[in-house]
């Protein structure tokens, strides 16, 4: 029987059995990825089989025959943040030096949301979950469950922060506490700051280690406005402020360079100037910071082995997280008070 005695529907595996004259079984066992061995001039046959027919193998029959499929499943908040791209770039590498293949899904931080993408990343069986996006329901009972369900079919589970098999942990306090030291070094003495809702544990995290960081050098943070992480957020919390008014010489502290180019933005509108009017700084330094003019003052974390280190985190039967290390860059967008 050849290619094009097949019907025009979708070739299946029975298909691929009679065209290379073995058993549904042998046939199942070259291209559903079981253990048990075949030998090579029945796995020929089968291959040239599903090649000529077209045949590509059924990604849960092959997880049922592994235990585990190979998909590696990331979820993060919102994929047009840069942030979470560098994250799955990262993921993505080590997804390609093992072969595997990655699957994203976005929880927009909607504790309801992560969990019906859990229950159904489960009929596919990943490998590994990563959660990426940092969240105010970590210990929601229904997300807590989900992870639990994914341990009992082989599939390891990554956070960031607290939850799953493996943790991921960026020091969020510490690299802003060094950042408000910073700025308290150029001569900045007041500052606002833009951060998510209370709870969140990167914002809750990042506002608390500015502040202190600012207040040992003399600073002061006299306001919090709260939003989202997303730009236009920044640029709202921002436009609210300076509605509340804001002196020359203060410092704006954002809880992410996103938020920080959103309130940029809003500095401009208003026809104020970054940097010697309204200081400007922010977190994470995604390339975009070092794009804007003035190109803005932030602390450095390399976001792409983060994502790389929560690939491993899934897949090395042992691993320790490295140091991530986090660096002050201060640029134009905080030039310093003159004496």
Request: charged share 25%; net charge negative.
């Amino acid at each position: 029987m050849s290619a094009e005695a097949t019907r025009a529907s979708a070739p299946t595996l029975h298909d691929v059995a009679r065209v290379a004259g073995v058993s549904l079984a042998t046939a199942s066992r070259v291209l559903n990825g079981s253990d048990r061995k075949v030998a090579e001039s029945f796995r020929e046959k089968v291959e040239q089989a599903a090649g000529e027919l077209g045949y590509i193998p059924n990604v849960s029959a092959q997880a049922i025959a592994r235990g585990t499929s190979q998909v590696i499943a990331l979820l993060v908040a919102d994929i047009a943040d840069p942030f979470f791209g560098l994250i799955a770039s990262g993921v993505a590498r080590g997804a390609d030096e093992d072969g595997l293949i990655v699957t994203v899904a976005i929880t927009e931080r909607e504790s309801q949301r992560e969990a019906r993408v859990l229950h159904a990343l489960r009929g596919q069986r990943p490998r590994g979950v990563i959660l990426a996006a940092s969240r105010a329901g970590s210990g929601d009972p229904a997300i807590v469950e989900e992870l639990r369900a994914f341990g009992a079919l082989g599939s390891r589970t990554v956070t960031f922060g607290d939850g799953g098999d493996r943790s991921i942990r960026i020091d969020n306090r510490g690299g802003a506490e060094q950042l408000g030291a910073a700025m308290a070094q150029l001569g900045y003495r007041r500052a606002i700051a833009i951060g998510a809702a209370e709870g969140v544990r990167t914002s809750d995290d990042r506002l608390a280690g500015f502040t202190a960081g600012f207040a040992a050098g003399g600073g002061e943070v006299s306001r919090v406005y709260r939003g989202t992480f997303e730009r236009e957020s920044g640029a709202d919390s921002m436009a609210e402020a300076l509605n509340d008014g804001v002196d020359e010489g203060t410092l704006v502290f954002a809880l992410s360079d996103v938020v920080a180019i959103g309130a940029m933005t809003a500095i401009r509108d208003a026809g104020r100037t970054v940097g010697a009017d309204i200081a400007v700084c922010g977190f994470d330094d995604v390339p975009v910071s070092r794009d804007v003019t003035p190109q803005l003052s932030t602390v450095h974390v390399p976001l792409s082995d983060v994502g790389y280190q929560a690939f491993r985190a899934t897949v090395d039967a042992e691993w320790e997280q490295p140091a991530i290390e986090l660096e002050v860059r201060v640029r134009a967008s905080t030039p310093g008070v003159s004496a």
